[in-house]
């Protein structure tokens, strides 16, 4: 079991960078890919981006694409995603999440997660 705590949420009114932070507790952090995922009110939770194992691949919703960057730091078990450009539509609820099983490829389905992160919210006004 893995523990996961992000980090870097903000209300932000205009659409400069944020990058959000998700640091893993378990030391096998680098043997699963890992996803962002986020839910906005009233809306299912949706996939965001995700990363293989060793952040040789990456994959994101069309939506964020060309705006958002997933990156991860395997030595200091931290996920990350950069933020350009944001939208107000972008105001969710974000989570990390890791595979269910390591060295899975970068799912771009949310049932391809567990161990949730507890979120932190995003919100951008318009």
């Known amino acids: 079991h893995v523990q996961l705590v992000e980090s870097g949420g903000r209300l932000l009114q205009a659409a400069p960078p944020l990058t959000l932070s998700c640091a893993a507790s378990?030391?096998?952090?680098?043997?699963?890919?890992m996803g962002w995922l986020r839910q906005a009110p009233g809306k299912e939770r949706e996939f965001v981006a995700a990363?293989?194992?060793?952040?040789?691949?990456?994959n994101y919703v069309d939506s964020v694409k060309g705006r958002f960057t997933i990156s991860r730091d395997n030595d200091k078990n931290t996920l990350y995603l950069q933020m350009n450009s944001l939208k107000p539509e972008d105001t969710a609820v974000y989570y990390c999440?890791?595979?269910?099983?390591?060295?899975?490829?970068?799912?771009?389905?949310?049932?391809?997660?567990?161990?949730w992160g507890q979120g932190t919210q995003v919100t951008v006004s318009s």
């Open positions: 378990a030391r096998t952090f680098s043997s699963y890919a």
């Open positions: 999440a890791a595979a269910k099983l390591p060295r899975m490829p970068p799912s771009m389905s949310i049932y391809a997660y567990d161990n």
């Open positions: 990363i293989t194992w060793s952040g040789g691949r990456t």
